[in-house]
């Protein structure tokens, strides 16, 4: 399952997939739904039919426009994207694949990008054009936002990060992470980057210079996310093991570690 909040925090969506093996009744096909609610009341506003497996989900900054990447073993298109004010589908430049695994609004709301099996792009969501980053990889991509929009921060199967100028399409510097690196997210004032290493550390790098800060080693098993709290100076992560721990970015020093397993 994967969840998004809207921008104003009054509305969540729930992206369930439920194989046909695990329901009390087996059903011919798996079901594949995307369920926006009213996160005050837990009232359910609408349900989307995807036609695919759910693997992420975005709002638009002004929560007009929903945007999921699906996978699935045809080459149909893996990318939906929805007005929420008509709920009807949009015509979004198609991306016939198997998988898009990670969609993003940029903080303007004026691009989205995509990341699927065979590259990372960003389409302008007013006129509908696409611009390719990397294109014909066939590897998994991920990325992120500077809080500012200008930068684009994409990770690559060489083990390097590049953040991108939006408004360039160039690459304004690369990062090389020692082991390589995955879910790459900036701070909230955009200085600081953060991102895990495929040798378990998490590792942060100066913006600016890209200058490597810092690394640590947090969990006992696999890190699944990272996020940096509202004074841009705390790190959280959570792990596999069920934990969650929260880090000084400036001193690296551990401040706090919370069971996320209710006994």
């Not at 087996?26 to 369920?35: D, I, M, R």
């Not at 590259?119 to 014909?136: Q, Y």
């Amino acid at each position: 399952m994967c969840l998004a909040f809207s921008g104003d925090g009054r509305t969540l969506v729930s992206g369930s997939n439920v194989s046909a093996f695990l329901l009390p009744v087996p059903l011919p096909n798996p079901v594949h739904a995307l369920t926006v609610w009213d996160a005050a009341t837990g009232r359910r506003l609408r349900d989307f039919l995807p036609g695919s497996m759910v693997q992420s989900v975005a709002f638009s900054p002004d929560g007009n426009l929903l945007a999921a990447g699906t996978f699935g073993l045809t080459w149909r298109n893996k990318l939906k994207v929805w007005d929420l004010r008509t709920g009807r589908p949009l015509h979004f430049p198609p991306h016939r694949t198997q998988v898009v695994g990670l969609v993003a609004f940029s903080p303007n709301g004026n691009q989205l990008a995509v990341s699927d099996d065979n590259g990372v792009s960003v389409i302008d969501v007013s006129n509908r054009t696409e611009h390719w980053l990397v294109r014909g990889q066939r590897a998994s991509f991920e990325f992120s936002f500077a809080p500012d929009g200008r930068l684009l921060a994409t990770t690559h199967p060489d083990g390097s990060i590049r953040l991108w100028d939006i408004s360039t399409w160039k690459v304004e510097m690369t990062i090389t992470a020692p082991s390589g690196a995955g879910m790459p997210v900036f701070s909230p004032h955009g200085k600081t980057l953060a991102a895990l290493c495929a040798d378990g550390a998490v590792r942060l790098w100066d913006v600016g210079s890209g200058k490597d800060l810092r690394s640590f080693v947090p969990h006992q098993k696999w890190v699944g996310s990272l996020a940096f709290l509202a004074d841009g100076k705390t790190l959280a992560s959570a792990s596999l093991d069920g934990t969650l721990e929260k880090w000084n970015i400036d001193t690296g020093e551990d401040i706090g570690k919370f069971s996320l397993i209710s006994k």
